[in-house]
Structure formats: structure tokens, C-alpha cells
């Protein structure tokens, strides 16, 4: 593989759009030299597999400064099922194509584009991604750097890069100078965010402590660079500290809310910090307040959106310049647990709200 200029990334990110904005992609229905694709979209808000619709789309002319791109791989995340069901904390302008990130392969360029050219792979974030073909401005895509010919692995990979490994990097980084050999928790561990976060701690020599909530998952994350796997309970804080043999956790990391949240706050240490990034649960986080007043326990929230729209330049190349590279070594992956193409998007949602998966759920929209 080739070796990924840090200087091509920076250069590339100069002319990428914010993130993680919700974007809202029209099919046109010009007939000019028509090709059809498919597209997923919805309507109305509801339950996913039932709501989301495959329609088809034809292809139409390239305006002043746009691209058209062949999506070869985007992920379902639970935001996205989240978003469409009307729980999220953003909700989609309707009609809308779902999906909030992807990777695709430039097939035509109007002639003012000249940044990137056919057949160059592009990241697509912010615009609905569960479709075989997305015509946008140049400037919405943020262009790769040269991998020479990725695997079809990595194709998949990259797809997953500019939500789930920046919200674990930035975590990691925003809330306690942490330094090698300090001990973190975190749960739904086994999530892709849960993942990456233990490969990223691995690489700094800090130690994770992760919790699950069913068995048949150590393995996987020891495998990943985990230092202790848990199964959440009741005794979760008597669990932790017996794994940390005492030793004081000064970072709790929560996807999960509910009780968890606050057997979370009771296994920190004094002074430690508790960050809620997700409710996967469903069910509202609770907190024993005498746990924080008695440890003086800071409460934090993250969110990559929030992020994504103080951070600046600088910011964004510091954070993709580690990932990327990262991704396209292999030192930092997610699983996948299926894939599926855009006319089976509703087996591909389905598949997504399931429990006991074993990773994410890819649309892979021309493999099939
Ligand atoms: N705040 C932000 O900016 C931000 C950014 C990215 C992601 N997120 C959030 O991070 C979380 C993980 O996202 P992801 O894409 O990494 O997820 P994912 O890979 O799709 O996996 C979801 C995981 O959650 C686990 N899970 C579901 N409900 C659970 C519960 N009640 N208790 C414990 N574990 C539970 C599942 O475990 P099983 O295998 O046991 O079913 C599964 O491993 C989501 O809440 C997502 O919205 C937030």
C-alpha cells in the first residue's frame, strides 16, 4: 500500500464542507443519456424497515461544479435508524435519502473541477449516503489520497471513517491528559465506537476496562487491545475495581445511559470524568448525586456534530490526519457484520436494529 501523504490529507480537507450537517441529496429526473440507480428514501418517520423505501433514480446532467460519484460503500449506525424513527437529535427534512457517511470513487467531473479527478475515491459525509450514485458540489466530498489500488476491506473500512473513529479519538483526547498506563472505562464496549476507542488507548499504553452487556464478546476485544472485559450488573462497580486491582479510574466513557451511567460515575476515582455520547439504551441516565459530591465527579457530554461545528481547520486536518492513515494501515478497524445492497435496504435496517450483532451493517451498493 502506498504510504498516505499527512500533506495530501490536509490539502484535501481545505476544501471539504462541515460534517456531519445533515444533508438532504435530490434525485433528479432529467432524461438526458438516462442511466438508473437505486436510492433509498423516506417519507415519513417511523419504524425503519417499514418506512424506508427503494426508489429509482435517473441520472441526470452535472451542474456548475459538481461531481457524480458511485457510492461503493456507506454503514448503517444507529443515529441513522434513530434519525428516521424521529428519536434523534436532529430530525430529517422529508422526503430524505438516510445515511450519514460513505466512500465512493469519482465517475464524472464538471469541467471546473479541477482538485480531483475520475476514478479518484472520495469520503461523503453529510448527504444521504444509502444510494448507488450521489451527484454533489466537489467541495461536499472530501477527497483520499492516493492508496493506489485498496481492497475491497479497506473500501469498507474507509467507508466508516468520519463518525465512529473521530468520536473515539476526540473523547480519548478532550476531557483528561491522559498518559500511558492510566486506567479508562467504558461501555457497550463492543460497539464500533467501543472498538476503536480500545485500539486507539491500546497505541498510548492506557488501559481499558470494558463493559458489555452479554457474554461470547472477550475475545474479540482482548483480540482489539482491551485490558479487562465486564458484563454489566448490578455489582458493576465492585466488577471494575477488581480489574483495575483498585487502581483509580480516571475516565468513564457511556453509550448506554440508564443505570449504567451511574455505575459508571460510582467506579471513577476522585476527580474523575464521566462522558455520556450516547443513550442506547433508550432509557434516561441516572446519577447518584452523593457519588459526585462526595468524588467530585465532572459530568461532560460529546457530540461529533457539536464538534464539528466549533472545530476549525486546523482542527479537523489534526484529527483526520491521525485517523486516516490509522485506518488505511489496518491499525485501527471496525467489524462488519453483513452487507447488502441499496434494493435490500429494508433486510439492511432490519438487520441493523438487531441485537447480538457481530459489527456493522454495510450498504455495498455494487458488489452485488
Ligand atoms: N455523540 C456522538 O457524537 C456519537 C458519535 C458516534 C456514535 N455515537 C453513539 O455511539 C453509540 C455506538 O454507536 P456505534 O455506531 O459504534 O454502534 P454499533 O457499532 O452499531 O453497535 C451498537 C452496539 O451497542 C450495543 N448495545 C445496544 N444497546 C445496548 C444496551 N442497552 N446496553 C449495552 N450495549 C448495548 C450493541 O451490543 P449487542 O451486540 O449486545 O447488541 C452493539 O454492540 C450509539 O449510541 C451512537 O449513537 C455517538
Same mark, same amino acid.
Given at each position: ?59 441526470? &446532467? ?15 449506525? &444507529? ?290
Amino acid at each position: 500500500m502506498n504510504k498516505i501523504s499527512l500533506g495530501a490529507i490536509f490539502a484535501a480537507l481545505i476544501s471539504a464542507m462541515p460534517l456531519a450537517l445533515a444533508g438532504h441529496h435530490e434525485a433528479s429526473m432529467h432524461h438526458d443519456h438516462a442511466t438508473t440507480f437505486n436510492y433509498a428514501e423516506i417519507n415519513q418517520l417511523g419504524e425503519p424497515a417499514t418506512v424506508i423505501e427503494v426508489k429509482e433514480g435517473t441520472s441526470r &446532467p452535472l451542474e456548475i461544479g459538481e461531481i457524480r460519484v458511485k457510492v461503493l460503500a456507506a454503514p448503517i449506525h &444507529p443515529s441513522n435508524l434513530l434519525a428516521i424513527s424521529g428519536n434523534y437529535l436532529t430530525t430529517p427534512v422529508l422526503p430524505s435519502i438516510p445515511g450519514s457517511e460513505g466512500v465512493g470513487q469519482v465517475v464524472e467531473l464538471s469541467s471546473e473541477v479541477t482538485h480531483l479527478t475520475k476514478g479518484q475515491l472520495v469520503l461523503l459525509a453529510g448527504m444521504g449516503t444509502w444510494s448507488e450514485e450521489i451527484v454533489a458540489p466537489a467541495a461536499m466530498v472530501i477527497p483520499l489520497p492516493d492508496l493506489g489500488k485498496p481492497s475491497a476491506e479497506l473500501i469498507e473500512q474507509l467507508s466508516m471513517s468520519t463518525i465512529n473513529p473521530l468520536t473515539a479519538l476526540l473523547m480519548l483526547n478532550s476531557y483528561v491528559d491522559l498518559k500511558e498506563g492510566d486506567w479508562i472505562v467504558q461501555s457497550a464496549s463492543n460497539s464500533a465506537v467501543g472498538g476503536y476507542l480500545i485500539q486507539l488507548a491500546k497505541q498510548r499504553g492506557i488501559k481499558t476496562v470494558n463493559v458489555v452487556r452479554r457474554e461470547g464478546l472477550a475475545e474479540d476485544l482482548m483480540a482489539k487491545g482491551a485490558d479487562a472485559v465486564l458484563i454489566d450488573g448490578p455489582d458493576l462497580a465492585q466488577q471494575i475495581a477488581s480489574a483495575t486491582n483498585n487502581a483509580p479510574v480516571v475516565l468513564a466513557i457511556d453509550a448506554v445511559g440508564g443505570d449504567t451511567f451511574s455505575r459508571l460515575a460510582e467506579s471513577l476515582g476522585n476527580g474523575g470524568t464521566l462522558v455520556t455520547y450516547g443513550v442506547l439504551s433508550g432509557k434516561f441516565p441516572t446519577l447518584n448525586l452523593g457519588t459526585v459530591l462526595r468524588n467530585d465527579i465532572r459530568v461532560q457530554s460529546f457530540w461529533l456534530t457539536r464538534w464539528f461545528g466549533a472545530a476549525t481547520m486546523a482542527d479537523r486536518q489534526a484529527a483526520f490526519g491521525q485517523i486516516i492513515p490509522l485506518i488505511a494501515s489496518g491499525a485501527l478497524k471496525a467489524n462488519i457484520d453483513s452487507r447488502f445492497s441499496v434494493a435490500q435496504i429494508k433486510e439492511a435496517a432490519t438487520r441493523a436494529g438487531q441485537r447480538a450483532r457481530n459489527g456493522k451493517v454495510l450498504i455495498v451498493p455494487h458488489a452485488h
